[in-house]
T-cell receptor, first 112, second 114 residues
């Protein structure tokens, strides 16, 4: 059984740029969630995807968007990057209805 | 990887002692609670969970206690080991939430002294 994998592990961008982060769900999982973790804080829910549709969203602006693919892999896209977007971005997979999330190791994004 | 939780509350315990990490949750309508362990450079790792219709649940070396009256959750680790050093987060899920959205607390850093 493979775990949740994310790429890249680290990324440096400039304010105003766009970024795409990628995630492969754990085998057998059909739901993927994305979280943002600022330094020294707990993860904050961005959104969740099930059957390639967004089915829950946290308090994040529309410039945060996502995709889920038929093989349950996922992308997080952030447009018009701001300095405050610097954080660890975590992907988590699960089965719909099962609250237990399995997290990847995250992508550390730095916006300069 | 970058260190998580540079300014978190810290609990320092001696190896072999028991650890108790506390968490106050925010929403009385939450029906599911979970504890995660996060080591530096890694994502959160599941430890133990509990539903709101229970007040205690035990795992291997860990116990979670839930007090709904005061909206308090605790994680007890027996015979704490150096490998238990990490940041610990509690999280809650609102009842009726069709998705799996978890709301995380701020975290506690556990340091185990050999």
């Amino acid at each position: 059984e493979t775990g949740v994998t994310q790429s890249p592990t680290h990324l440096i961008k400039t304010r105003g740029q766009q970024v795409t982060l990628r995630c492969s769900s754990q085998s057998g999982h059909n739901t993927v969630s994305w979280y943002q973790q600022a330094l020294g804080q707990g993860p904050q829910f961005i959104f969740q995807y099930y059957r390639e549709e967004e089915n829950g969203r946290g308090n994040f602006p529309p410039r945060f968007s996502g995709l889920q693919f038929p093989n349950y892999s996922s992308e997080l896209n952030v447009n018009a990057l701001e300095l405050d977007d610097s954080a660890l971005y975590l992907c988590a997979s699960s089965l719909l209805g099962d609250e237990k999330l399995f997290f990847g190791s995250g992508t550390q994004l730095s916006v300069l | 990887g970058e260190s998580v939780g540079l300014h978190l509350p810290t609990l320092s315990v001696q190896e072999g002692d028991n650890s108790i990490i506390n968490c106050a949750y925010s929403n009385s309508a939450s029906d599911y609670f979970i504890w995660y362990k996060q080591e530096s450079g890694k994502g959160p790792q599941f430890i133990i969970d509990i539903r709101s219709n229970m007040d205690k649940r035990q795992g291997q070396r860990v116990t979670v206690l839930l007090n709904k009256t005061v909206k308090h959750l605790s994680l007890q680790i027996a015979a704490t080991q150096p490998g238990d050093s990490a940041v610990y987060f509690c999280a809650e899920k609102l009842g009726g939430n069709a998705g799996n959205m978890l709301t995380f607390g701020g975290g506690t850093r556990l340091m185990v002294k050999p």
